[in-house]
Nanobody
């Protein structure tokens, strides 16, 4: 069982930055691949970024590539999402998610993830 708690959301002007954190419970965090998803107002949930269990592989949706960076600290059971050059269209509730995986195979489908956090609101004003 893994419990996830996101933090770091807030209100920021376009062009600004935010850093989201996701703290995980459990002693096997390093066995889980992690992902960040988001759901904007009136939109479906969408994949944002993912990272393998070791941190050796990262992958991004094209809409955030070059602006967002996912990373993890297995010693602190935490995954991060650094968001730079934010745009109004990045406004959404951001969720972190975990799936048991000891491979580096990327996974962008939400249904493949077993555990989800409660979400943190990110609002980007124009």
């Amino acid at each position: 069982q893994v419990q996830l708690v996101e933090s770091g959301g807030g209100l920021v002007q376009a062009g600004g930055s935010l850093r989201l954190s996701c703290a995980a419970s459990g002693r096997t965090f390093s066995s889980y691949a992690m992902g960040w998803f988001r759901q904007g107002p009136g939109k479906e949930r969408e994949f944002v970024a993912g990272i393998s269990w070791s941190g050796g592989r990262t992958y991004y949706d094209d809409s955030v590539k070059g602006r967002f960076t996912i990373s993890r600290d297995n010693g602190k059971n935490t995954v991060f999402l650094q968001m730079n050059s934010l745009k109004p269209e990045d406004t959404a509730v951001y969720y972190c998610a975990a799936r048991y995986s000891r491979t580096s195979q990327p996974e962008t489908t939400g249904d493949a993830y077993n555990y989800w956090g409660q979400g943190t609101q990110v609002t980007v004003s124009s």
